[in-house]
Nanobody, 126 residues
């Protein structure tokens, strides 16, 4: 059974940094896309960043390019999201997501993902 457990959220001032981690277990993740999404109150869930396990393929939403960095630690089976220069509009619940679809492809739409973590709250104060 696939399990995704996020950690690292919290409260930070604008301009600050946070690092989110997603611990994944339950199957082999190599070659499949894993992603971070976020959902702010009253808004739809939106794509943040994705990475393909075992490869160098990365993808970012335009709103976070240059500020967020997604990475993986194969030894620990974790996917991380380093967030810098945070803005109040980055406030949301952040979710880690995993898919068994389309081996080798970076996926950016929420319906393409099969497994989700419980989410971790990120709050950026102005």
């Amino acid at each position: 059974q696939v399990q995704l457990v996020e950690s690292g959220g919290g409260l930070v001032q604008a301009g600050g940094s946070l690092r989110l981690s997603c611990a994944a277990s339950g199957r082999s993740f190599s070659g499949y896309s894993m992603a971070w999404f976020r959902q702010a109150p009253g808004k739809d869930r939106e794509f943040v960043a994705a990475i393909v396990w075992g490869g160098a393929s990365l993808s970012y939403a335009d709103s976070v390019k240059g500020r967020f960095t997604i990475s993986r630690d194969n030894a620990k089976n974790t996917v991380n999201l380093q967030m810098k220069s945070l803005k109040p509009e980055d406030t949301a619940v952040y979710y880690c997501a995993d898919t068994v679809k389309m081996y080798g492809s970076l996926l950016q739409r929420s319906f393409e993902y099969d497994y989700w973590g419980q989410g971790t709250q990120v709050t950026v104060s102005s």
